[in-house]
Nanobody, 119 residues
Framework: QVQLVESGGGLVQAGGSLRLSCAASGTIGSRNVMGWYRQAPGKQRDLVATITSGGITNYADSVKGRFTISRDNAKNTVYLQMNSLKPEDTAVYYC?????????????WGPGTQVTVSP
């Protein structure tokens, strides 16, 4: 069974940087999308960024130009480099893996990692 393990969260001052990592255990196949969502207290879980197995990226408008998503397919790992962090980026960040083929699809989530940005 595929599991997602996140790392890299923490506390940082506004303007600082953090790098999140998420590794998927097991075989995930060539058709997949990996990415990150985030959820602030009292708010819904929102898209941050995704990247396909072919390297196509998608970003939320609020993080464009500040965050960069990348992946290492050999390691089944996705990264999120977060620069110029703002207090409003404070949230629990969840790793996301969407697997699919012609017959089925499924979505897996990591347990979440806290990112806190102080003013």
């Amino acid at each position: 069974q595929v599991q997602l393990v996140e790392s890299g969260g923490g506390l940082v001052q506004a303007g600082g940087s953090l790098r999140l990592s998420c590794a998927a255990s097991g075989t995930i196949g060539s058709r997949n999308v990996m990415g990150w969502y985030r959820q602030a207290p009292g708010k819904q879980r929102d898209l941050v960024a995704t990247i396909t197995s072919g390297g196509i990226t998608n970003y939320a408008d609020s993080v464009k130009g500040r965050f960069t998503i990348s992946r290492d397919n050999a390691k089944n790992t996705v990264y999120l480099q977060m620069n110029s962090l703002k207090p409003e980026d404070t949230a629990v960040y969840y790793c996301y893996l969407h697997l699919y083929n012609l017959q089925w699809s499924t979505t897996l989530w990591g347990p979440g990692t806290q990112v806190t940005v102080s003013p």
